[in-house]
């Protein structure tokens, strides 16, 4: 089976809890993030994006929170479900790059 | 809309045998994107395509060849496989439609490579 799991830093949940998921990145020159899943045997999926014009954003169930003054980002999951269980990648670009830079990844496990 | 087709989507090599694994794209994307992926290592870009007729090194370019066939293909070679490349190799495009646009990667679902 899919073995991107190995060696991430992994949160367990109990499904109906609120999820929260930290990422940090190194690069001050970058405005542009994103939040993507990935699911076993499957490729990654946008989740959600932000601008560093902005320091929050929601959408179905997920806020992404972002802190340009220590370089952080998070991503907040409410009343986390089964099928929310996968691995969760930030990604961050400086505005105009034509490249992405991906952190590790964080497994979310989500138990009945 | 398939989005991001790849094919094959599992393959075994033996070492210094040669493959190309394709890639398609139905969204009228300019840039186009190969990676790997590793247990620990996450994402890591192998070449890149930011529209048609260009291509650039990523991260992790050595032993690979790339080529954009059109708007809509990007292909990936590997000439004389090595153990080391056995990974999962995806795919990816977004629209780019401008110096001050930013948009996400959409991702295939991935070829499973292992080279024996």
């Known amino acids: 089976g899919e073995s991107v799991g190995l060696h991430l830093p992994t949160l367990s949940v109990q499904e109906g809890d609120n999820s929260i998921i930290n990422c940090a990145y190194s690069?001050?020159?970058?405005?542009?993030f994103i939040w993507y899943k990935q699911e076993s045997g499957k490729g990654p999926q946008f989740i959600i994006d932000i601008r560093s014009n902005m320091d929050k954003r929601q959408g179905q169930r997920v806020t992404v929170l972002l802190n340009k003054t220590v370089k952080h980002l998070s991503l907040q999951i409410a009343a986390t479900q089964p099928g929310d269980s996968a691995v969760y990648f930030c990604?961050?670009?400086?505005?105009?790059?034509?490249?992405?830079?991906f952190g590790k990844g964080t497994m979310l496990l989500v138990s009945p | 809309n398939a989005g991001v087709t790849q094919t094959p989507k599992f393959q075994v090599l033996k070492t210094g045998q040669s493959m190309t694994l394709q890639c398609a794209q139905d969204m009228n994307h300019n840039s186009m994107y190969w990676y790997r992926q590793d247990p620990g290592m996450g994402l890591r870009l192998i070449y890149y395509s930011a529209s048609e007729g260009t291509t650039d090194k990523g991260e992790v370019p050595n032993g690979y060849n790339v080529s954009r066939l059109n708007k809509r293909e990007f292909s990936l070679r590997l000439e004389s496989a090595a153990p080391s490349q056995t990974s999962v190799y995806f795919c990816a495009s977004r629209p780019d439609r401008g110096h001050s646009d930013n948009s996400p990667l959409h991702f295939g679902n991935g070829t499973r490579l292992t080279v024996t």
């Open positions: 690069n001050s020159a970058s405005d542009y």
């Open positions: 990604a961050e670009t400086p505005m105009g790059y034509s490249t992405l830079t």
